[in-house]
């Protein structure tokens, strides 16, 4: 048989075997009456236990279980929540009072008759003493500048290192590299 034959004489099979039945159907249904009909099973009053029954008892004993810890492991998150809300709020008062300090020396630095901020990176000198001298270097800075003094504002503390140790990859040894001390802003006036 062909393709298209076979699927026309499967199509067709099929077709007859539905009809048998639906035939069957309609003539078992007109050949009884309402007496000959089956009543339904009468109602038990035992109840008999099935799969569901069991998974929902499951369900329930595993929650009864859970609760316990669930309700422990609530509480301590809230203490944890109590706790790091304390810390937040200590850091909010430290971060004000480092912004109000920062704030009010800003306000004495515009209070100053004729001040100004100056920004430059030179390299301060080193005192006798073997502490860096940027004093002097915000002095000379400010008067290259046409003002009359200055001071030194801000610093950056660094390493003056041989290019050796850099390009060695190690770190370097005491006292291989000298600290040095870098002028980052001044105040002249």
Known sequence: MKRG??????????????????????????????????????ASNTYQSGMLDGVRRWFKDSFSRLSPSADSARGTLASWGEQAGGAAKEAAGAARQAGDAAKDAADAVARLPNSRVVEA???????????PDC???????????????????????????????????????????????????????
């Open 121 to 131: 990176r030179a390299r301060c000198m080193i005192a006798a003493n073997g502490a």
């Open 135 to 189: 004093r002097t270097v915000a002095v000379s800075l400010c008067k290259a500048k046409g003002f009359g003094s200055g001071a030194s504002l801000e610093i950056q503390a660094t390493q003056k290192c041989p290019a050796r140790v850099w390009l060695s990859g190690r770190a370097p040894d005491p006292g291989e590299c000298a600290p040095q001390a870098i002028l980052l802003r001044a105040v002249c006036q």
């Open 5 to 42: 034959q076979a699927t026309s004489f499967m199509f067709a099979s099929g077709a007859l075997a539905a009809g048998i039945f639906l035939f069957a159907g309609l003539a078992g249904a007109q050949e009884m009456t309402p007496a000959q009909r089956p009543s339904p099973p009468p």
